[in-house]
């Protein structure tokens, strides 16, 4: 069964510009959840997608959005980008069986420089 | 809201030896999973083991073995016979127990090097 796939998997942006990154789940699996990783911030939560509805969201601004299509393939967009939104994007998906606590499974991520 | 801490930022363990990675982290919840994720420089994220708190049997993973000490809130990682490719950035994260939907709370991570 294939990965979790991201595509771009490197991106150049200016800052004021928009991104568009997308993730394709595990085969099967319905919730989708995205990451920033950053050096100084560590890993932190973006948002949480399940049949098309965002469920949980971390505390990030307005800017960070996404969406979930019902295929459960997922995008998340970011507006007017800053110097400080570079950074590894991270998707993860997982089953999600109607119980929670099920494993998130990583893609490679997707490489966001803002110059 | 939860917090994951990883004392140590880096450690290094000889081949084929035994080195222990520390969590600790703090919660009031009673149910709730762990995870210790792996990320070498290819920076794929990748499980390599999963506690349910439920459980008080230590989770195993072939070399991989977790001590989960409830009452102490803590949730160390035993990598046994150690090899070159287990030189990677280890994260401990936490998820709560939730009616709907989850997220994982990471530690700081712990940059293992194992020397040949």
Redesign the interface.
């Known amino acids: 069964k294939a990965g979790v796939t991201q595509t771009p998997r490197y991106l150049i942006k200016t800052r004021g510009q928009q991104v568009t990154l997308s993730c394709s789940p595990i085969s099967g699996h319905r919730?989708v959840?995205w990451?920033q990783q950053t050096p100084g911030q560590?890993?932190q939560?973006l948002f949480?997608y399940?049949s098309e509805t965002q469920?949980?969201k971390?505390n990030f601004p307005g800017r960070f959005s996404g969406r979930q299509f019902s295929n459960s393939r997922s995008e998340m967009n970011v507006s007017t980008l800053e110097l400080g939104d570079s950074a590894?994007y991270?998707c993860?998906s997982?089953l999600?069986r109607g119980r929670?606590?099920?494993?998130?499974?990583?893609?490679?991520?997707t490489?966001l420089t803002v110059l | 809201a939860q917090t994951v801490t990883q004392s140590q930022p880096e450690m290094s363990v000889q081949e084929a030896e035994t080195v222990t990675l520390s969590c600790t982290y703090d919660t009031s919840e009673s149910n709730y999973y762990l995870f210790w994720y792996k990320q070498p420089p290819s920076r794929q994220m990748i499980l390599v083991i999963r506690q349910e708190a439920y459980k008080q049997q230590n989770a195993t993973e072939n070399r991989f073995s977790v001590n989960f000490q409830k009452a102490a809130k803590s949730f160390s990682l035993k990598i046994s016979d150690s090899q070159l490719g287990d030189t990677a950035m280890y994260f401990c994260a936490f998820m709560k127990r939730e009616t709907s939907g989850s997220r994982l709370t990471f530690g700081e991570g712990t940059q293992l090097t194992v020397n040949p």
């Open positions: 919730s959840s990451y560590g890993l939560f949480e399940f469920r949980n971390g590894l991270l993860a997982s999600d929670t606590g099920d494993t998130q499974y990583f893609g490679p991520g490489r």
